[in-house]
């Protein structure tokens, strides 16, 4: 099974685009400034039907904060889940699960 799994001990950011496409299922889950990046970075790399998965987005409840009490992970996280509903490319719905899950599927 292990011969199935590469790990990259490198940013995300630089590995995502050297990663051949295409993806069925995206689990994000790291640094929460770049969720939305993240997004970005994978989308078009995303099979139609496919996912993606994150992890969070409810950040113990701190994205229902004033914006101006937000910290940037929090504002990051609430930018995330704004835009990924906001993507026509993608059905998406949060679950309250843990600390929520958002996942969105690929049209
Ligand atoms: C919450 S943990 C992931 C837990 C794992 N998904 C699980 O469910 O067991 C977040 C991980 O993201 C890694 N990480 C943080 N920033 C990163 C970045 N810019 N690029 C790649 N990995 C990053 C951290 O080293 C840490 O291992």
Redesign the pocket.
């Known amino acids: 099974m292990l011969d199935r799994i590469t790990m990259?001990h490198?940013?995300?950011?630089?590995?995502i685009p050297e990663l051949s496409a295409p993806f069925d299922l995206v689990?994000i889950?790291?640094?929460k400034q770049?969720y939305p990046n993240y997004f970005d970075a994978v989308i078009d790399k995303v099979r139609p039907g496919g996912l993606i998965l994150a992890?969070?987005v409810l950040w113990s409840g701190k994205v229902l904060l004033p914006a101006t009490e937000q910290d940037d992970a929090t504002r990051a996280l609430a930018e995330f889940s704004r835009k990924v509903k906001a993507d026509t490319r993608v059905d998406q719905v949060m679950v309250p699960l843990r600390d929520g899950i958002l996942v969105a599927r690929k049209k």
């Open positions: 990259h490198r940013p995300a950011l630089e590995v689990f889950d790291a640094d770049n992890d969070n």
